[in-house]
């Protein structure tokens, strides 16, 4: 089984330390952070969420030793409210995001990855019908551009918009490796290898964005928890970059002069240093926890 590094996990144990009741972890994955949070407090139960099989599978393999104090179901978390009213429960006493992919999905030839020659694919829930050789491959040269610039953050997003449409007229791109070439060649040599992230990273999260609709997802599932919370509960946030950790920051601000949340990270927790030497990639990881009021 491929491991994932459950990122900031003494924090998220910390602040679950005093949690009795329900939590939902709504991206649930291998269950590391849920695997650490039911050993370490005995008087929380957890339902966790996931879109993707795989990680429903492997969770409830993970987490059968808790026996009743663990529900699995698997949803898209912007239905948090359906999951809850399906299992009888009003209001819970926690919410835990860790945004993004997990590591079995980089490794596990689903498309996500620019290392290997993969399909196209980037969909967590394998029963939804767009994937990413549907963007890559169909959507307009202004489209590509506008979510290439918008969410991949990516200067030369003008450029590879247009070399993604000049190649697919000759030939559909249908991997992973094809498409991080086109990217490539959109950047002047001098950056292409020395810049520390590999050039087509931008882009490939952009994609990933559009295909599982995961900025609208949070926006959606958000709300919906601190409405979702009992008093005291607490939203806690795992984001990874930039635009993700935004929409948290706006979202808590917002139920913030709404009265309805106390902010309780000023600034986001990132890792330590101890952290970033056990498991480099947590590197961009933010937690940003908020308490209802
Ligand atoms: C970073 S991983 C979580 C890892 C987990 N915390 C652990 O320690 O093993 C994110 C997981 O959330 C899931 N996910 C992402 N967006 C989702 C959404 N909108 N609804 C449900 N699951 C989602 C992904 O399928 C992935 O398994």
Not at 270 to 281: A, D, K
Request: net charge positive; hydrophobic share 40%; proline share 3%.
């Amino acid at each position: 089984m491929i491991e994932h590094y459950p990122v900031l996990y003494r924090e998220i144990i910390n602040f679950t330390k005093d949690i009795e009741g329900w939590l939902v972890d709504a991206t649930l994955g291998g269950a590391g952070h849920s695997y650490l949070i039911l050993e370490s407090n005995p008087n929380i139960k957890i339902i966790g969420i996931d879109r993707d099989d795989y990680a429903i599978e492997i969770a409830s393999q993970r987490l059968s030793k808790f026996k009743d104090r663990v529900i699995i179901k698997k949803s898209a978390f912007k239905d948090i409210d359906k999951v809850l009213q399906e299992v009888g429960l009003e209001k819970v006493n926690g919410f835990l995001f860790d945004l993004g992919v997990s590591t079995f999905q980089l490794k596990m030839d689903r498309g996500f990855s620019f290392q290997r020659e993969e399909f196209l694919d980037m969909r967590m829930d394998k029963s939804q019908y767009l994937t990413a050789y549907d963007v890559v491959n169909t959507f307009k040269e202004y489209e590509l551009f506008k979510i290439i610039k918008e969410y991949g953050e990516e200067r030369f997003a003008r450029c590879i918009a247009k070399k993604i449409v000049e190649n697919r007229k000759k030939k559909k791109i249908e991997t992973t490796k094809e498409l991080a070439d086109i990217v490539i060649q959109c950047y002047p040599p001098s950056l292409r290898r020395s810049s520390k992230i590999h050039p087509a990273t931008k882009t490939f999260q952009a994609i990933r964005i559009v295909v599982n609709d995961e900025l609208n997802q949070i926006e959606t599932a958000l709300s919906k928890a601190v409405n979702l919370l009992e008093k005291n509960g607490l939203i806690m946030v795992i984001s990874f970059h930039s635009l993700e950790d935004r929409i948290v920051k706006n979202c808590f601000k917002r139920f913030k002069e709404l009265k309805l949340l106390e902010i309780l990270t000023k600034k986001p927790i990132t890792p330590s240093e101890e952290e970033l030497r056990e498991n480099p990639p947590s590197r961009s990881g933010k937690l940003r926890v908020a308490r209802r009021v």
